[in-house]
């Protein structure tokens, strides 16, 4: 088959199977947002295995189902091993607010605490936090997996907070 007769077939697989597949993975994920991160994953997957997806489509669902239950299962793998994730803006409680005699030795203290991060930390916490870049996007300019980007953020935070608060 051509690519266009796959990309057509894909579309339509998408448009008949695509809800059902999300209530499905909601009820794995918990959350919609985490939800359309497994169907997309699930579609792709569907995509690279194009030639081999079955001819009729009730074959078609229960390979659907089975993949997203297997992207479902993986995500949840991944969650449990890769640290939690910690926002800058958990540091707030920690710096002195703003305008206060102490915000000046606080911001000091964060520059200082900032300063004394490895050099990967401090470029994942510039990209994310100051740049406001995505993850994938960080990922992708300095060249490391996501994941990556994620624990050198997630430790560099919690470095952060641990200079600021004591």
Do not use: C
């Not at 994938?136 to 952060?160: F, N």
């Amino acid at each position: 088959m051509d690519d266009t007769h796959h990309r057509v077939r894909i579309e339509q697989i998408h448009t008949e199977h695509s809800l059902a597949l999300l209530r499905y993975l909601i009820r794995f994920a918990g959350e919609r947002h985490a939800a359309e991160d497994m169907l997309q994953e699930t579609m792709l997957r569907a995509w690279r295995h194009r030639d081999a997806l079955p001819g009729d489509e009730n074959g078609v669902r229960g390979w659907l189902f089975t993949v997203a239950r297997n992207v479902a299962i993986d995500a949840d793998r991944m969650r449990r091993v890769r640290p939690a994730e910690v926002a800058l803006t958990d540091l707030n409680d920690a710096v002195a607010a703003p305008d206060s005699p102490d915000s000046a030795l606080a911001a000091q203290d964060m520059v200082r605490a900032f300063a004394n991060l490895s050099e990967v930390q401090r470029d994942v916490i510039r990209h994310l936090y100051f740049r406001g870049d995505t993850v994938e996007e960080v990922a992708t300019r300095l060249g490391i997996p996501a994941g990556t980007v994620k624990s050198r953020a997630h430790y560099g935070v919690q470095a952060l907070r641990a200079a600021v608060s004591s």
